[in-house]
């Protein structure tokens, strides 16, 4: 009783998290017509920063300087690792591809000379990441200010300056606190609102007269990362040129607008280069052959059968509902593809959360081919187009590596690129 | 005592007219009026006369109306004025003379067909809106009418079989007696003009054929200048048939003098009901066509008005029932307030200060609130009442009148046991991530005396059990239902549906 | 091609110029339109009573099936609440397939013996097609573009699509509900040119236009401010009640100061065509 819809297209895309829409915007970008399954909302919780290795060696408290030494150890030590099945080029290639594309879209990323900055988190504690926005990069000048200034907003959850001035005080000479109250705003003040604020020159003007008492004493301003939603790096320079002075963007907890601009962006470019997108739509059943796959999409209204002939699987981890956990094992929910894990539950934490070790349910996953192709317990692969990438696949502990944005763009990239040679070469 | 009763009845007549005029003038301080004076002259006419409008929305309902219109128009003009109109138009005028006659009889039959479909249509349009108290409100003009036909009919028929009556215009007109032939007149009136004898001549005459000849001179001589032949009178002579065998009572009673009476009774009685009842309609028609319909620049300056005499231009014909967007919302509930003649009836027993009590009003003011102004109403009804004005009017009106339906605190109960259920599907997998809050416009633009709750915190109210709290907050009553909330969720959950729901569960019907 | 023409309540009142250029643009793609007796949508209801507001689609639909049309309709709220009660409907159906929950089936009986009171049965086979989605899924966009006579001025234009199709898009399935096109292709081809704005998919407030004025007002003039950023010449709708709300007196003054203009997207596409 449900409406039918048939679509033929050349690559399917499940899921629509950040690998779901670099591989979106890889295949778009090379022409195929392009379809997504997904539910983009998983998009609001990403922050916005593109971390490719933060952390390695493991050691507590250390911060990976220079990327490329971090990933050669890496490559060396786990070989399993998504980032061992490419060379540091290719990695560094997928990045600039996604920078370019969000380019397009009006998102600007700083360029990163292979080195990871320290940000400073809403928290008042850094965090390494690889790719900054344009708003946030200015935090690398913290080092050397010594007259810092915050501001915040009164009624703004998750970000209080006095808080982070305590942590941060020892370092510059003095931190002021510059605390702002609207007054036509009463119980929340909830971030995209203020950041659609922002967008009124009006209101910008109201902003940098609150600022300007401050003008002589500081030489660095840091904000919450509420400076508008579109052209934020463009509010942003025109505060500063108001105010005459310097300022940067301080990421916070999510959804952070940051991600809700990265989630724009993706979105807006997406559009315009025709791709498809079932939103919300799950897939229900599957089959395939040599010659490519039949899916069945359906969301509440729909039920759409879809006809391709690759597959790029980023239907993520256990949120994003890529892998389940039964009693006994975890299991891939589309595919029902093999999923490397430890041999029983026990085995998959540990005791202490904070274990060094990290846990190992953390690095299961889909084992692929060096193009992301899942392969099967004897090493072949399941079919010659689908393709995996993301957080689903194995041996990639990203939250502690800090690899995520990596890892999904590198596999996403990857496989798009081989699915692009394949179906060149078959003439399809 | 015929013109006593008539002046009389004038004076009621008039009195009764500036009454109800008074009436709805005093509450109409309640209703904005229209500014300016401008009038529609040409559709006023033609829908008045021909009933332009009824044509179009039902062609039986017109067949009908103009049987009557058309019948009645008649005879009131020619009949009932006959003294004043008919006589100075037509020299040779006179009742019994065709076709005269012959038209007073057909217009006749033709209103009293129409009241007999009156009476079907009501019977059948009580049934289908299942509308018992509006079942006897037109009966009472419909029957006056039929009666006073009726009555017509009647006296002529009785005055058909009239001995009496007979031997009166034989001395005042013919000059003829027993010797000379008047027993000839009476068997030529016995056999062509169905009058009843007390001793029948027909069948106890011996050369029949031969009085019937004299008859006929005599007749032509004395009495064919002012009496046609009766069969052209069709309805009456009929009747005239069936009362023959009660003839020589009748005859002998004199029923035609008070027939007579009657009927001219019935008239004035008619005359002084005009005011009171649904015949008001008659005078109201014109005066509510005359005037403009109110457009889209009056509601965008807010100067909708309404004239609340027009409303006894209704004539209860349900047309704009049949129409009305919202009967599918009847149909359900069958709460036939949410109607529009129903609400038309409401309005004006509130219009003529026929106090309705607290429960009446907010019912009204909550069925009036079902109502989407889509003008259909309006576009159909033949009496051309500007009704889209009335609703607006009204709801603005009743919003004034402050009347407080729901309790501002304490506990509203909820309609039905509404299954917002908890569940994997609904707010349960609520994580309180904001995020519904974050792209909500009421929560970006409302001020705080404007709104109180955040979506994420109603969705947290759910999952606490406090079904009341989250239902009477000012956040479910602001709702845009723009989805938004819904569609970026990251955990699927159906805010705004759960909203919506919430409202349901609480507003009262 | 022949389309049944659900105008919705307020068109006839409130936004006359809608339903006449809807009209006129129709008459020149050569659509034929049959004026059915709708009611209401069911929409208004949606906020007091499921039952009315279901059983108040499902008549609309079922009369459109009885003559075996599809449903076209120029308002975006019309639209979404017939594809949601079709919805519903078949949510409904399948609920009693799976199992025998009797409520549900209690209630569709319900609503098909009120349908058959009126000799009318739905089977669900009736179409909802808004006035975009129609242009550009059914005659084709490419197919318009040939039919455009004279190509407009090179104005800015800003669109605003309405909610109520937009979202939830598993209901309406309308366009991708975080990044729509199709109104702004549509503008294009008109030889105007449609700019990016931060309001396309943000309601117009009309909703609670009754209930509060000054909410309702506040979101309304968010879009001038917008809409003068973005430079734009005209705001284009494609909806009743959001040009309602944009027609609203206070509103249309401050935009003769900046010289913006609501405009209803069919004014556009009949000077064109």
């Known amino acids: 009783m449900i409406d039918k819809q048939n679509i033929t297209c050349d690559i399917v895309i499940i899921g629509a998290g950040f690998a779901g829409m670099a591989a979106a915007a890889r295949a778009s970008q090379l022409g195929l017509k392009t379809v997504m399954a997904g539910n983009s909302s998983q998009l609001y919780f990403a922050s916005g920063l593109f971390d490719l290795l933060g952390v390695y060696p493991l050691v507590p408290g250390t911060i990976l300087k220079t990327v490329e030494t971090g990933l050669n150890l890496l490559k060396e030590q786990s070989p399993g690792h998504p980032y061992s099945k490419a060379s540091i080029k290719e990695i560094l290639q997928s990045f600039d591809f996604i920078t370019h594309f969000l380019q397009t879209a009006g998102l600007s990323y700083a360029p990163s000379n292979g080195k990871n900055t320290s940000v400073l988190t809403s928290a008042g504690t850094f965090k390494p990441s690889f790719l900054i926005p344009e708003t946030i990069k200015k935090c690398n000048l913290l080092r050397k200010s010594r007259n810092l200034l915050i501001m915040d907003f ?20 003095t931190v002021d606190i510059l605390r702002i109250e609207l007054f036509q705003h009463s119980h929340v003040l909830s971030p995209m609102h203020l950041a659609a604020m922002f967008e009124s020159s009006n209101f910008l003007k109201k902003i940098a007269k609150k600022i300007l008492p401050f003008a002589d004493k500081t030489d660095l301003m840091g904000m919450p990362a509420v400076c508008g939603i579109n052209n934020s790096f463009e509010i942003l320079t025109k505060l500063e040129k108001i105010t005459g002075i310097k300022i940067f963007e301080i990421p916070m907890m999510p959804p952070s607008i940051p991600g809700l601009r990265l989630k724009n962006a993706f979105e807006k470019q997406l559009a315009k280069n025709r791709v498809q997108f079932l939103s919300q739509a799950k897939i229900k059943s599957q089959e395939f052959n040599n010659d490519g796959f039949i899916l069945n999409a359906v969301n509440q209204n729909m039920e759409t059968r879809i006809k391709t002939q690759g597959i790029i699987l980023a239907s993520g981890r256990f949120q994003g509902g890529g892998l389940h956990a039964k009693r006994g094992k975890v299991i891939e929910t589309i595919f029902n593809l093999p999923v490397y894990q430890p041999e029983n539950r026990n085995l998959w934490h540990n005791i202490n959360f904070f274990e060094k070790q990290g846990h190992m349910i953390n690095g299961a996953g889909i084992e692929t081919d060096n193009v992301f192709r899942p392969v099967d317990r004897n090493n072949s692969i399941i079919h010659k187009n689908l393709y995996a990438a993301g957080t689903i696949l194995a ?9 995520g944005s990596g890892v999904s763009a590198l596999s996403a990239y990857t496989a798009v690129n081989d699915f692009y040679a394949n179906s060149i070469k078959t003439g399809a | 005592m ?19 005029i008074y009436r709805f003038n005093r509450t109409n301080k309640l209703w904005q009026k229209q500014k300016g004076f401008k009038f529609n002259f040409a559709p006023a006419f033609f829908n008045t006369l021909f009933q332009t409008k009824l044509f179009k929305a039902s062609k039986t309902r017109w067949i009908i109306h103009s049987l009557v219109l058309s019948g009645f128009i008649y005879l009131l003009f020619f009949h009932a004025l006959a003294d004043l109109i008919s006589v100075k138009i037509f020299a040779y005028y006179q009742p019994t003379v065709d076709p005269f006659q012959f038209l007073r009889n057909v217009t006749g039959f033709m209103v009293a067909m129409g009241c007999f479909g009156f009476l079907l ?31 017509g009919f009647m006296l002529e028929a009785v005055k058909i079989i009239s001995e009496p009556l007979f031997m009166e215009m034989v001395e005042d007109y013919a000059g003829v007696d027993e010797d000379s032939g008047l027993d000839d007149l009476k068997i030529y009136w016995e056999k062509n003009y169905s009058v009843v004898f007390q001793n029948s001549l027909i069948s106890s005459y011996q050369s029949l054929e031969e009085a019937l000849e004299e008859g006929k001179i005599l007749n032509e001589e004395y009495c064919l200048d002012c009496h046609s032949n009766i069969s052209s009178a069709f309805v009456s002579k009929a009747l005239a048939g069936y009362l023959k065998k009660t003839a020589q009572f009748l005859n002998s009673s004199r029923a035609d003098n008070l027939l007579y009476h009657i009927h001219y009774l019935l008239s004035f009685l008619m005359l002084i009901c005009l005011p009171f009842s649904r015949l008001f309609h008659i005078l109201l028609i014109p005066f509510a066509n005359l005037k403009p319909k109110s457009d889209i620049q009056d509601f965008q300056k807010q100067k909708m008005g309404f004239h609340p005499v ?36 409401s309005t004006r027993k509130m219009m003529l200060g026929r106090h309705l009590d607290l429960k009446e009003l907010s019912s009204l003011q909550l069925s009036n609130k079902e109502c989407t102004t889509c003008n259909n109403c309006t576009n159909i009804c033949p009496s051309g009442i500007d009704l889209q004005a009335l609703w607006i009017t009204l709801s603005k009106t009743l919003d004034n009148m402050d009347l407080k339906t729901t309790p501002a605190h304490g506990n509203i109960p909820f309609k039905k046991e509404y299954d917002i259920i908890p569940g994997s599907e609904s707010f349960d997998n609520c994580v309180q991530c904001t995020i519904c809050t974050n792209v909500c416009p009421v929560i970006e633009y409302s001020s705080k005396s404007e709104n109180d709750m955040t979506p994420q915190q109603i969705m947290n109210l759910l999952r606490l059990g406090k079904k009341q709290m989250a239902a009477q907050t000012q956040m479910v009553q602001n709702c845009l239902t723009c989805y938004s909330c819904q569609e970026s969720c990251p955990g699927e959950i159906k805010v705004t549906d759960i909203i919506i729901e919430l409202r349901q569960a609480v507003t009262e019907c | 091609m022949k389309l049944a023409y659900f105008p919705g309540c307020k068109i006839d009142f409130y936004l006359k110029d809608y339903g006449i250029s809807f009209k006129s643009i129709m008459k020149k793609l050569s659509v034929e339109l049959v004026e059915l007796p709708f009611n209401c949508c069911g929409y208004p209801a949606r906020n007091t009573d499921y039952e009315v507001c279901m059983f108040s689609s499902l008549r609309n639909l079922a009369l459109a099936r009885k003559y075996k049309l599809d449903i076209i309709t120029p308002c975006m709220c019309c ?48 179409e909802i097609k808004h006035l975009l989605t129609f242009l550009y899924n059914d005659i084709g966009i490419l197919n318009l573009k040939k039919k455009i006579k004279n190509r407009l001025p090179e104005k800015k234009v800003v669109t605003q699509y309405g909610c109520h199709a937009l979202r939830p898009f598993t209901v309406t399935g309308f366009d991708n509900p975080h990044a729509p096109q199709i109104f702004e292709e549509l503008i294009n081809i008109t030889g105007l040119k449609s700019v990016e704005w931060s309001k396309n998919t943000e309601c117009c407030g009309n909703p609670i236009l009754e209930n509060s004025k000054t909410l309702s007002l506040k979101i309304l003039n968010s879009k001038l401010d917008a809409a003068i950023k973005a430079k734009a010449d005209y705001i284009c709708t494609a909806c009743t009640h959001c040009q309602m709300q944009y027609n609203e007196l206070s509103f249309q003054k401050e935009c003769k100061k900046h010289n913006i203009t609501p405009t209803l997207f069919t004014q556009i596409l009949d000077n064109a065509l």
């Open chain 1, 154 to 173: 009164k009624g703004l959850k998750g970000f209080n300056a006095k808080q982070m001035a305590a942590m941060i005080e020892n370092r510059h000479d």
């Open chain 1, 395 to 403: 041996h990639n502990d990203w939250i502690r590596l800090k690899s």
């Open chain 2, 2 to 20: 015929f013109y006593p009763a008539l002046y009389a009845s004038l004076l009621f007549a008039a009195a009764g007219f500036l009454f109800q």
């Open chain 2, 121 to 151: 249509k009501k019977f059948f349009n009580v049934r289908s809106t299942r509308n018992i108290r509006g079942k006897y409100q037109n009966l009472f003009s419909i029957l006056l009418i039929f009666s006073l036909i009726f009555s």
């Open chain 2, 310 to 345: 027009t409303l006894d231009a209704c004539t209860g014909c349900m047309l704009c029932s049949q129409v009305c967007s919202v009967y599918p919302n009847f149909v359900v509930t069958q709460n036939i307030e949410v109607l529009p003649h129903a609400k038309i009836r």
């Open chain 3, 79 to 126: 639209y979404g609440q017939l594809q949601y009660a079709s919805l519903q409907w078949k949510q409904l159906g399948r609920q009693i397939e799976n199992s025998a929950k009797k409520q549900t089936s209690e209630l569709k009986q319900k609503f098909n013996d009120l349908l058959a009171q009126e000799n009318l049965f739905w089977d669900g086979k009736t």
